[in-house]
Every structure is written in C-alpha cells, then in structure tokens.
C-alpha cells in the first residue's frame, strides 16, 4: 500500500519540485548581473517611497535585497511557502479523496486492509514528500547561494526548516476536509482557497497593530520568518503548536473516515 502510494504521487512531486527550482536558478543566475552599486543606490531609494508598514510585510525592513540571500529573505520564502503550501494541500486533499475519485476505493474494500492502515500510509507518504521538497529546495539553495556569494549558513538552515510547520498543518486540514465530500474537484478550489486567504492574513497582520490580531488565523504565522532572521532561533512554540494541531486534525481524521460511507 505505501509503495503504491509513494509511486502514485511521484510524478506531481517532481513536477512542483521543478517549478520551485526553476524558479531559483534563475535568481541565481540573473541576479549577480542585475544587482551592480547603481541599481542598488536606485533601490534603496525606492524602498524609502514605500510604507514602513509595506516594507514589514516582506521583511524589507529588517533585510536588504541587495544579494541574492537578501532577495531570500524576502520576497524569496514567499514564493516558498505559497508553492509548498499550496502543494501540502492539493496532496492532503486529494490523498485520500482519489480512491473513491478514480473508484479504486472498492478494490481496497475488497482486500484485508483496515481503514486506519489506508489513512497512515497516505500520512506516511504525504510527510516524506512534503518534507523531501523542502530539503530538497532548501539544498539546491545552500549551493546556489554558496556560488553567489557570502551568507549566514546557520540563518539560512533555519530559515530552510521553517515552510515545515505551515505545510504539515495545511497537509492536515485539508486531509480532514476532504473526508466530508466525495468529489476531489471541490477540494480543489478550497485548498487553494485556505492557502491564499492564509497567506493574505499573515501578511495584514503585519501592516498596523489593529490587524495583528490576524495573525492567529493564519497557518503561515507559524513559520515565524521574521523572529529567525533577527534572532536566528525557532521559536518552540511554533514547533508545539504545528505538533499538536497535526495531531489533533489526524485524529479528526481517523475518526471522520472510519464512519465515512466509501463510494
């Protein structure tokens, strides 16, 4: 069962894993000759146009984008977290719903296999992947950034571990939601949905004290960016509540699935 789920959700892996390095090499490979000290002095001025509030957002305040590590930093874990998340939740929703999608759900039903078994190969497979992308992007950066030029590795490790938490917890919700339909094509949409209004949350949190409040309804809060870039550390808590909230939506679940009517 694992190894014919492992095969199954290969080729989308490696389809998303290229987009994410595609879209790295060329940052690597055009930023050395776009960024000269002309373009920089034009830069800096342009930053000075915009909000204060604007500039937080992105971690601009805190990290000049003047290298290809700063351009990371900033707009770069953007591109990061949304392509995981949105990958971590196309693969939880979909993970368990195509077995009655593609019909292969009777086939299992006819073989000695317990649900619960069916729902911990699909984690088992889902965690491997999810995490191997992150690796994987995480690596193809340490190299990339190597050639470029000088960077703080340990920051740079940490900051590669951080997309861990908002993936596994998207992974999980959409997991979840999707024991409640049949149709893998309205998940489609709605983890789509819960990445983009997450993201969208996190980032108006951070524009003015009245909308902080926003940031406890955001998964992304969780990859907490910017406390590793000043203080090169993970915060614990992050950790503790990514652990518990997987957990927690697992057993929702597990409990969800087994009384589920399999068509």
Not at 73 to 83: D, P
Not at 139 to 163: A, C, H, M, R, W
Not at 248 to 256: A, G, N, P, S
Request: glycine fraction near 4%.
């Amino acid at each position: 069962m694992f190894k014919r789920e492992m095969k199954i959700n290969l080729k989308s892996f490696i389809i998303w894993l290229l987009i994410l390095i595609g879209l790295f090499l060329v940052v690597f490979l055009m930023y050395p000759s776009i960024i000269n000290s002309d373009n920089i002095k034009m830069m800096d001025e342009m930053m000075k146009v915009f909000p204060q509030e604007i500039l937080k957002a992105f971690n601009m305040d805190i990290s000049s984008i003047d290298s290809a590590y700063g351009w990371l930093k900033t707009e770069g874990f953007v591109f990061v977290l949304l392509i995981i998340g949105c990958y971590s939740g196309l693969l939880g929703s979909n993970i368990l719903l195509k077995e009655e999608s593609d019909k292969t759900i009777e086939y299992l039903n006819s073989l000695p296999i317990k649900r619960n078994s069916i729902i911990f190969s699909k984690v088992l497979c889902g965690l491997i992947y999810i995490i191997s992308m992150i690796f994987v992007i995480g690596l193809f950066n340490f190299v990339g950034l190597s050639l470029s030029g000088e960077f703080d590795k340990t920051q740079y490790v940490l900051l590669s571990i951080t997309p861990v938490f908002p993936a596994l917890v998207v992974f999980f919700v959409c997991m979840f939601l999707s024991t409640f339909t049949h149709k893998s094509k309205k998940m489609l949409g709605l983890s789509l949905g819960i990445v983009l209004i997450g993201y969208v949350l996190q980032m108006f949190s951070s524009i003015a004290e009245s909308t902080e409040f926003l940031k406890y309804f955001s998964m992304f809060t969780l990859a907490d960016i910017r406390n590793v870039i000043i203080d090169v550390k993970i915060n614990p808590i992050m950790i503790i509540i990514t652990a518990c909230s997987s957990v927690i939506f697992l057993v929702l679940t597990i409990i969800r699935y087994n009384k589920k009517e399999l068509v």
